[in-house]
């Protein structure tokens, strides 16, 4: 697997908070030859919840993944359940692909955290659920100025009423920061990623789905009429291939995703149990998730255990010296927004990686001209919902059902190339120099 990270980037991170809380199954490693339907490369949400969908439609369907199942971004994330997948603000929804796309889109962003919320009621997953909805924190007076401005048009697009808290009224909310105000909308709510993870792996077993771990696809290649995956111990024929890979995704297996995804890094820090002293001081008491306004945003949640989660934008470059500054730069942040937690010892930090398209939205249909090949990827940084959402509408795509929620059309249209090839996180760049001089 040729990918553009360096090593470090594609390593277990050494502690992070959720495996404590639900170490995964072990699934095993592939061994010999084996004929299945549906293949599924990536067993994170996106490939259990395509998977899922398949088998129950009497789809024998086999899911492998490099290392195990949920070790990528879907069993690291910041769990929030939420709107969001793709970069394009409304206005551009429908400049690009018209106002009925655009609605249809949010249609499918609404749609996407009812889809998680009736798979953990369906098969009885708990996850430690909290929040009611999220919250957006404005990070200056303008950022503010700007929430109450757009808040009837936030309201017409998700058909909810929406709660603007002004900043005098944020301490006695619970949410004590430094912000200026804030809005929530009543959508989403917050998971624990490895116990959501590991509930639906338990859901596809029992369906039926054959799991793999330690079985990296080397090779994806078309010989007849059907599929052969290649491993190190053993291969897979297949009528079908998922690529659910999103931003660990490889520019040769297969050679059609060369620089049609850019994996971005974000990272996150969990401080030990915040005791109610603590809160208090801080201000900060609510269970609410949170986000700030701010390009390059921060989120953040206390969790039910008084435990504070806190993440934000990655490194560009995965090497010590850059993961040591991105450390100190993540403590900057968090002590500069919640200074009375200072002292409070972070017990656990790690990153993973999301994934950006070129068109700043995501993709979830068939691979052009190669038939039987497909891929579902780019929820930017919001895939908890949107990837679980789309894997599940992939899998209607590949049954040749329709789809039994929103699905814009402009989601199947193939991803464009990046320029610079495998040089081109170099973009990431000077967009975060510009998002950190706009943030201020
Ligand atoms: C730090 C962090 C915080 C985040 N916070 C949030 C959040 O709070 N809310 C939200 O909505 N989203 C969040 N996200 C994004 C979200 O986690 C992802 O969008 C989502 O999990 C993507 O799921 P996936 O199944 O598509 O990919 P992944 O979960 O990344 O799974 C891809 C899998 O593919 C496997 N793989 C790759 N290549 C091969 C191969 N050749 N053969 C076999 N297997 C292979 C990998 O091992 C990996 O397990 C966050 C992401 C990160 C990294």
């Known amino acids: 697997m040729r990918r553009i990270y360096e090593d470090a980037a594609y390593r277990t991170p050494q502690s992070y908070w959720w495996r404590d809380t639900a170490p995964p199954a072990l699934q095993p490693q592939l061994d010999g030859d084996h004929r299945t339907e549906v293949a599924i490369i990536g067993g994170g949400f996106t490939g259990l919840n395509a998977a899922l969908v398949l088998e129950k439609a009497g789809v024998d369907t086999t899911v492998i993944d490099a290392e195990q199942p949920g070790w990528g ?24 692909f018209g106002n009925d796309q655009r609605v249809e889109w949010h249609k499918a962003e609404r749609a996407a955290v009812d889809h998680v919320d009736a798979l953990l009621s369906d098969n009885q997953i708990d996850v430690d659920r909290h929040s009611d909805g999220e919250t957006l924190l404005a990070h200056t007076p303008k950022a503010m100025r700007e929430i109450r401005k757009s808040s009837d048009a936030t309201a017409a697009t998700y058909g909810v009423t929406p709660d603007i808290i002004p900043a005098e009224e944020l301490r006695q909310r619970g949410l004590g920061g430094k912000f200026h105000g804030g809005i929530t909308l009543p959508i989403g709510f917050a998971l624990n990623p490895a116990k ?9 077993g029992a369906a039926g789905v ?48 060369r620089a049609r995804y850019l994996p971005v890094q974000s990272s996150i820090i969990v401080t030990r149990p915040i005791t109610e002293d603590e809160q208090m001081r801080q201000g900060w008491t609510s269970l609410q998730m949170c986000y700030d306004s701010r390009i390059l945003l921060h989120y953040f949640r206390l969790m039910p255990d008084g435990r504070f989660l806190f993440g934000m934008r990655g490194g560009l470059r995965a090497t010590t010296s850059a993961e040591a500054a991105l450390s100190q730069k993540i403590r900057t942040d968090f002590h500069a927004l919640f200074p009375e937690w200072r002292d409070v010892e972070i017990t656990h930090e790690w990153s993973g990686l999301v994934c950006l398209m070129r068109r700043l939205t995501p993709f979830a249909g068939p691979v052009p001209d190669q038939p039987g090949l ?67």
């Open 210 to 257: 054959r799991l793999f771990g330690q079985t990296p696809a080397q090779s994806i290649t078309r010989t007849g009429s059907t599929w052969r995956v290649t491993t190190p111990t053993g291969t897979i024929t297949a009528d079908k291939v998922v690529l659910a890979t999103n931003g660990y995704s490889s520019e040769d297996v297969p050679e059609w995703l």
């Open 374 to 440: 497909f891929a579902a990827m780019g929820y930017h940084g919001n895939g908890v919902a949107m990837g679980s959402y789309l894997g599940a509408r992939l899998a209607e795509t590949m049954l040749e059902r329709p789809s039994s929620g929103a699905f814009p059309a402009f989601l199947s249209a193939p991803p464009a190339r990046f320029p610079l090839g495998s040089l081109r996180r170099l973009l990431l760049a000077p967009a975060y120099t510009a998002a950190t001089l706009f943030d201020r």
């Open 196 to 204: 959501y993870h590991a509930g639906l792996a338990r859901t596809a």
């Open 73 to 96: 971004a879907s069993g690291r994330n910041g769990g929030f359940c939420c709107l969001g997948g793709s970069k394009l603000g409304s206005a551009l929804l429908a400049h690009r």
